[in-house]
């Protein structure tokens, strides 16, 4: 329909120009119907009016985020040391752009808990008789199309984790729930009863007041000029009204936060942007219900919820419109933007076509205000790489006042005790690097970025701006070669390789359909092949993966690993020795020409960092780490650096090739003179050897899969050659390239951990079969030593294991697949979640990894024994089906076809109490 049309359904009448202040207040705060509860805007405390000297935190940003922040840290004691900055007055930042929707059962688990404890605390206000405007009304999701409906079902079935009602409806229980909603083109509806809306402005002011009243004092109309630093700590906070000495510093400034990051030295990235977002307000609507819960269309990109009478709408458009774009544009305090109704017109078309009865209502404005998104749509939460203490709240996504609460809770927890409640890697700012900070990159990327938040949640999911940033050299003979790409830390790597032709496998696989056919093209017509899925079932690239898998388990395959991280660290002396003795809980003492995994654990005993290390010299070691700890990593061992130990991130210097599979020792006698025989060059060590014409290859004999193999270190100058010389030698032996999901099943087939996805600064080795890699039976001292010989004399809480499906239950090919997050559940009671999975092609079965706990009556997790998972029935639940699994805490034997010297008998995951 036209834009003239549809501006016709809604009857416009002049809406009269509304002042910031006035803006704020838009969600209705004088609407309180419960006497005993007090309106903080009409109770405010009185702010400062000086700048103290002195602080221990200093909060940039008064918005709701920047006052929970303040609060919590009052509630822990620390209230007198609390100064909170606002540029202009308490809650006058985005606050009144925001539409109250408080969505707690979200798509992300992570997210969902922080949505838990921002209704808790709201709660725990309205308790203490601040009035927050919180109205349980429900949400309600609709769905048009299939997939939505599966994601709504794993929405369901992951609830019980966070113990939220919630259930699937069908199109009539739609209507039932709402009978403003169009239901013709529906499959059915979610219904989440504990959600409902609040008031952000109420509960950011009564957040500002509890905090004032325990200490904290605010100062209003200062504006951040520069943060210093000193050894790389923060020291001090410049601004418009006088220098503040601190400890901590907190970003918190809204859309302004990557502006703030740049007032110090180094800088702090903050890679956000800000993009339009639209808000349609109508007149009062008469006999809308009050109770009226918030609807989300996510397949129309819209929602919509009654406030006081009113229609308030809004959307998340496929394609965004970056605001801002031009850095000395960027205003000094909250404004609104201009209307534009062309491109808010096919968010207005799916909402008049799903709530046909909104064309009758009056159109009173649309307002435009600018919200910030990151790179990858997930928040930006916790301590900045670059500076010690400078902490980030930035990039909520326009989940405002449902994260806020939460967000302060986790930033507080971190403050004070040193970590947060629970690991935050998929928020953690550390997950970015100096690359996503970069404005152009940030202002093409974040088109698409804002329709994340509908956009159906398939696995591995890709982005289609800011591609091949990061390539190795040989990135254009691996698109020769039908690579399909997947981008981890801005860098390129292949997912699968398109098929040209199927060929037959002894697999009891399906042969190759159409799905797959077309699949295999994909990209042919696109400057970049990216790796789709799009799917919840089998996805398209499941017979290339295959192939690639049986390559690497019985002849030979080449993988592209060089996103992988790289550090190397030497010494005068042994500093460098000392130095990682205390950072790796393995012990890194080893002969030169060896190499040795580790972990490198907090003191409380979970993983920081998950490597391996090779000894290359008396005084040097070489790291590495999966390709998404490349700046974590780097920070954790710099900030703990002694001044006598050179650290080198080497990431970029190298192409990092592997050759893995039964055959890789026969293809590397083509290319090497050396010997290569199990005495002459054993499994776990290195050296450096002549590879073709390329001299002084750093080789290593071992693979991040336990497969028989080499991976080869190449200086980028040398990598084409060597790439060619491995391609030409591989013809022989039938070499076939191999992508990431074919080594993602080779590595859990083996029951390989992977940290980010099993492993994280909450879980330690005793409880993912690690505790032979601890030098616990040594007196080598290390970070969280203590903490695991707790574990060792008094148990964990919980175990990693291996869920095997039965193949009779779960048919790979017609059923939805698990894709992680699954509950898994113990003789029918819940008991922990999968972390990762695939489908074993050796076993012909999926596997699911995952932790189980032993949960007591009132939900607390007690010490759990191998008992627990010998004698227990186990089920996964796949979109809301439970099929019946085997649980294991050690790998299966797996069939083999080629029996040959090698590391087969390794365990990277062993269980032996």
């Known amino acids: 329909m036209p834009r003239t049309s549809l501006l016709k359904c809604l009857t416009q009448v002049t809406a009269p120009h509304h002042s910031a202040r006035c803006m704020s207040t838009y969600i209705q705060a004088s609407i309180n119907n419960s006497r005993s509860l007090v309106n903080a805007s009409e109770n405010r405390r009185p702010t400062a009016k000086a700048l103290p000297s002195k602080a221990r935190v200093v909060i940039c940003g008064g918005g709701a985020q920047g006052a929970a922040i303040a609060y919590k840290l009052a509630e822990a004691g620390w209230g007198s040391d609390v100064l909170l900055i606002e540029q202009s007055e308490l809650g006058g930042g985005t606050t009144w752009h925001a539409t109250g929707l408080m969505g707690i059962l979200k798509p992300s688990p992570l997210e969902t808990r922080i949505a838990v404890m921002s209704r808790d605390l709201y709660l725990q206000l309205e308790e203490r008789g601040w009035y927050t405007g919180f109205k349980q009304c429900g949400s309600l999701y609709v769905a048009k199309k299939k997939d939505r409906m599966y994601q709504y079902k794993k929405m369901v079935s992951c609830a019980v984790q966070h113990n939220i009602e919630c259930k699937i409806l069908t199109p009539d229980q739609v209507k039932q729930y709402c009978g403003l909603v169009r239901t013709e083109d529906l499959l059915g509806g979610l219904w989440i009863p504990g959600d409902g809306v609040a008031n952000p402005w109420e509960i950011c002011l009564a957040l500002g007041c509890e905090a004032i009243d325990k ?45 703030v990051g740049e007032m110090s030295t180094p800088s702090v990235a903050v890679p956000i942007h800000p993009c339009e977002h639209y808000h349609l307000h109508t007149k009062p609507v008469p006999d809308l219900p009050p109770d009226t819960p918030v609807v989300r269309d996510p397949d129309g990109f819209v929602y919509f919820r009654e406030n006081e009478g009113r229609f308030l709408a809004g959307g998340f458009e496929p394609k965004a419109k970056p605001a801002y774009t031009d850095d000395d544009n960027l205003p000094e305090t909250r404004a609104e933007l201009s209307e534009d109704w062309d491109h808010f017109n096919l968010l207005l078309e799916n909402l008049l076509h799903r709530v046909p009865t909104m064309k009758n209502a009056i159109l009173e404005r649309l307002s435009n205000g600018a919200e910030a998104f990151s790179p990858d749509g997930q928040w930006i939460l916790g301590q900045a790489p670059e500076l010690e203490n400078y902490y980030v709240a930035a990039g909520m996504r326009s989940n405002g006042i449902a994260s806020a609460g939460g967000v302060g809770t986790v930033i507080a927890d971190w403050i004070v005790g040193g970590r947060p409640p629970f690991d935050m890697y998929g928020l953690d700012i550390a997950r970015c690097l100096g690359m996503h900070n970069n404005k152009r990159f940030l202002r093409d990327r974040v088109r698409e970025v804002p329709g994340m938040t509908f956009a159906l949640n398939y696995p591995h999911s890709e982005f289609s701006t800011g591609r091949a940033l990061r390539t190795s050299p040989i990135f254009p003979k691996l698109q020769l070669a039908g690579a399909q790409f997947g981008q981890v830390m801005g860098y390129e790597r292949p997912m699968f390789f398109k098929l040209k032709k199927p060929q037959s496998l002894d697999l009891g696989l399906l042969g190759l359909d159409a799905q797959e056919e077309a699949a295999s093209s994909q990209g042919e017509s696109l400057k970049l092949p990216i790796a789709k899925t799009e799917t919840f079932y089998r996805p398209p ?373």
């Not at 000193?230 to 906070?237: L, N």
């Not at 210097?653 to 599979?661: D, I, N, P, S």
């Not at 990762?836 to 009556?857: A, E, P, R």
């Open 215 to 259: 200490g904290v004092q605010v100062v209003e109309h200062c504006t951040v000029n520069a943060i210093k630093q000193e050894g790389g700590k923060v020291t001090a906070v410049e601004t418009s009204k006088g220098m503040v000495e601190c400890e901590y510093f907190v970003n918190s400034a809204g859309y302004w936060s990557r502006h």
């Open 541 to 913: 690239w499941f017979q290339a993966a295959a192939e690639e898998f049986q390559a690497s388990r019985e002849a030979v395959s080449l993988c592209d690993y060089s996103s992988f991280a790289k550090m190397d660290l030497w010494s005068g002396g042994r500093e460098v020795v000392d130095f990682m003795q205390k950072l790796c809980s393995n012990d890194v003492d080893i002969p030169v020409g060896h190499i040795v995994h580790t972990g490198m654990q907090n003191k409380w005993g979970g993983y920081e960092n998950d490597c391996s290390v090779a000894r290359l010299a008396e005084n040097r070691y070489m790291l590495m780490s999966p390709s998404i700890q490349q700046m974590r990593s780097y920070t954790w061992l710099r900030r703990h650096l002694p001044k006598e130990v050179v650290l080198q991130d080497v990431t970029s210097l190298y192409t990092a090739l592997c050759v893995m599979g039964p055959f890789s020792r026969a293809l590397m006698s083509r290319l090497t003179p050396d010997s290569l025989d199990s005495r002459s060059f054993p499994f776990f060590t290195t050296r450096f050897m002549d590879i073709a014409c390329a001299p002084d290859i750093l080789t290593m004999n071992m693979t991040h899969t336990g497969e028989l193999g080499y991976v080869f270190y190449i200086p980028n100058e040398f990598a084409i050659h060597v790439y060619d010389a491995i391609i030409e030698a591989g013809k022989e032996f039938g070499l076939k390239h191999c992508g990431y999901y074919a080594q993602r099943a080779v590595r859990i087939e083996k029951f390989y951990a992977f940290w980010g996805q099993d492993l994280d600064s909450y879980t330690t080795p005793m409880e993912c079969g690690r505790a032979f890699r601890c030098k616990m039976k040594s007196d080598i001292p290390f970070i969280g030593r203590e903490f695991l010989q707790d574990q060792l004399d008094n148990g964990v809480q919980k175990l990693f294991v291996m869920l095997l499906l039965d193949p009779v239950d779960h048919n790979t090919d017609l059923d939805p697949w698990p894709w992680g997050g699954e509950p898994i559940y113990r003789d029918d009671k819940f008991c922990g979640t999968v972390t990762t999975t695939s489908y074993g092609f050796s076993l012909g079965k999926q596997v699911c990894l995952g932790f189980v706990q032993d949960f007591s009556s009132n939900g607390e997790a007690g010490i759990i024994s191998q008992d627990f998972v010998k004698t227990g029935n186990f089920e996964v639940d796949i979109f809301g089906v439970r099929y019946p699994a085997q649980c294991r805490l050690n790998p299966p034997v797996l069939p083999k076809k080629v029996m040959l010297e090698g590391p087969g008998d390794y365990q990277a995951t062993r269980n032996m109490y």
